[in-house]
Antibody, heavy 121, light 107 residues
């Protein structure tokens, strides 16, 4: 079955760090770019980061640049989002999503179920 | 960054109606636009990419059009299952951006 499965969410204190993972199955992982998108409670979608199929190209939204880092392990079919210096407005459901191609600049045609991150003291 | 503005923010229509949602970009994105449908408690689902190409498995009552800065998503004959929030997304710039969403209610 073609799917993405996120893990690693939870409750973290302001200023803390968290690492999210997304495990892929059912497709040739290194043939596709991947990304992270979040959704704050009751709000819209916010793109955070994307990484090309070979991992050589990465982009970040201004809101997370310098705090979040994306990387992928094509030998394990996983993508990771390292999140540092977390604040209350980082509270959201975090989705990983698969691009339609290996290069960046395409729509997301497969999404995980999401993992919840709550930042609170 | 490219800003995406959707209208209306909410829409109420009846089964069988034809509805249109508009998405405007702050600068030209040629045809690099996608539409997603999201139902409560679930992940978004890709409906249309490259402004007008229907994703596999999506009913043909959904269609997209436009280029440059103005785009539309049309549902030709609303079904009860179409109740959802719809988002546009530009991917012309590698710094992707989403519209704020349009919540569609079926009367």
């Amino acid at each position: 079955e073609v799917q993405l499965l996120e893990s690693g969410g939870g409750l973290v204190q302001p200023g803390g760090s968290l690492r999210l993972s997304c495990a892929a199955s059912g497709f040739t992982f290194n043939n596709y770019a991947l990304g992270w998108v979040r959704q704050s409670p009751g709000k819209g979608l916010e793109w955070l980061s994307s990484i090309s199929g070979d991992g050589g190209h990465k982009y970040y939204a201004d809101s997370v640049k310098g705090r979040f880092t994306v990387f992928r392990d094509n030998s394990k079919d996983t993508i990771t989002l390292q999140m540092n210096s977390l604040a209350g407005d980082d509270t959201a459901i975090y989705y990983c999503a698969k691009g339609r191609d290996s290069v960046l600049g395409d729509a997301f045609d497969l999404w995980g179920q999401g993992t919840m991150v709550s930042v609170s003291s | 960054d490219i800003q995406m503005t959707q209208s209306p923010s909410t829409l109420s229509a009846s089964v069988g109606d034809r509805i249109t949602i508009t998405c405007r970009a702050s600068q030209s994105i040629t045809s690099w636009l996608a539409w997603y449908q999201q139902k409560p408690g679930t992940a978004p689902k890709l409906l249309i990419y490259k402004a007008s190409t229907l994703q596999s498995g999506v009913p043909s009552r959904f269609s997209g059009s436009g280029s440059g800065t103005e785009f539309t998503l049309t549902i030709s004959s609303l079904q009860p299952d179409d109740s959802a929030t719809y988002y546009c997304q530009q991917y012309s710039s590698f710094l992707y951006t989403f519209g704020q969403g349009t919540k569609l209610e079926i009367k």
